[in-house]
């Protein structure tokens, strides 16, 4: 079928995902039919880089065959067994790997099927261990402002992005937002006295400590742009979930298997979390898989307990065979070939690249991020202190951008999560040459961005 004829058929009959009907109907919107370590390939064979790694997913890169042959022996020998009341190798295989990579004490894998169904998960955890204490009352949830958890009605309760959540109110009740860490990053002093710190001291307190199950928050936020926490800022969530016996959700839906260079974010931000989500990175996005981190100690608890006894949750695909088992290969090359290493190695390339790009550029507002997620945050004139206007944003990100993707032949991400944004995640197995081609490829969009929009 040719190019055309896939448009028209999508058109047609496919469902689209936050797609404004415009772009679907675009006559440049893009099919893509093949990917080949970091590159995909459209249906006119044109070469893109991908690197925004599809959705921050496909971290060891498309087109290994090894993980597709592990898929398919395991299509062969046990299509599906479930979770419920049995289980099966590759999943035991997988959550053992994951347990023996996770933060001390984390060793027990809920698997689900996506990001959303892993926020889904905790936030179920959370509010069944806490009745199964005697606590039926700790049913609320904090989240950090613009902080994005999934799209599924409970996670899009503790998601904090307006304009998504707006469409579909009312959400769960007692879900309070609190500042992120926009502006605070490194060592900005005693993290105890910060306000994005005491912010959640104070949202515990006023909504009444007995009441709150959980709080949920990313090492690297995406939502706002890769905002890396400040020293210490991770600690002080602990010592007051602590205190006040609430339980600390660590998002790590992006920011696990590798994109921050470790296996798990909470390692390299000093996060010491009860449950930690996790999802894309886990299979290269080879096969859907999601799931919850759980430390073992909440575990028993919740199944030693009267009140407890099973945690009453499942899915039919939960853990299911083949996207286990994509998930030990996967994991089992990411180690094997060192990925993490090469995280270590090209991130700093990639950090001093983009900030070089930003000296060059008058619509570079701010360059954020750590390993290899990072976000360049845009402006009209970052010397004269002019901002875009909401019409600029909006011609910058549904015109501009997407019109330099296909000009630069660099496929990333526009956000509109709290300012305007460039979200850049490449593939971990990214040369020297490709850190070099989406730099490129960066410094032709700011070049299209600051011709559309006078300084
Ligand atoms: C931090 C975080 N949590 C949850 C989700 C939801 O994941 P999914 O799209 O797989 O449902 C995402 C998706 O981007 C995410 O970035």
Known sequence: ????????????????????KEAWWSDDLPVFVRGEGCHLYDSDNRRFLDGLSGLFCVNIGHGRSDIVAAAGKQMEQLPYASNWGSAHPPAIEAATLIAELAPEGLGTTFFVNSGSEAVETALKFARQYHRSQGQPGRTKFISREFAYHGTTLGALSVTAVPKIREPFQPLLPGVRQVP???????????????????AIEQAIIEEGPDTVAAVFAEPVQNGRGALVPPDGYW?????????????LVAD??????????????SELVGADPDLITFAKGSTSGYSPLGGVLVRDSLVATLFDSPLGGSFTHGATWGGHP???AVAVANITAMRDEKALDNVARMGPVLHDG???LAGA????????????????ELTANAETGSELTEDEARHVL?????????????????????????????????????ISELLNGVDGMLTDIEAAIPG
């Open 1 to 20: 079928m040719d190019t055309a004829a896939l448009r028209a058929n999508a058109r047609r009959h496919l469902g689209p995902h936050f797609t404004r």
């Open 180 to 198: 992120n860490t926009i502006g605070y990053t490194g060592d900005c002093g005693p993290a105890d006295q910060l306000d994005c710190v005491r």
């Open 235 to 247: 600690s002080q969530l602990r010592e007051i979930c602590d205190r006040y016996g609430v339980l």
């Open 252 to 265: 790590e839906v992006i920011c696990s298997f590798g994109r921050l260079g470790r296996w798990f974010g």
């Open 322 to 324: 083949v996207s286990t």
């Open 354 to 356: 983009l900030r070089r």
């Open 361 to 376: 550029h008058r619509c570079v507002k701010d360059v954020r991020g750590t390993g290899l997620f990072y976000a360049v």
């Open 398 to 434: 549904q015109d501009v951008l997407p019109a330099a993707f296909r000009r630069t032949g660099v496929l990333l991400r526009g956000d509109d999560r709290g300012a305007t944004m460039i979200m850049i995640s490449p593939p971990l197995i990214s040369d020297g040459d490709v």
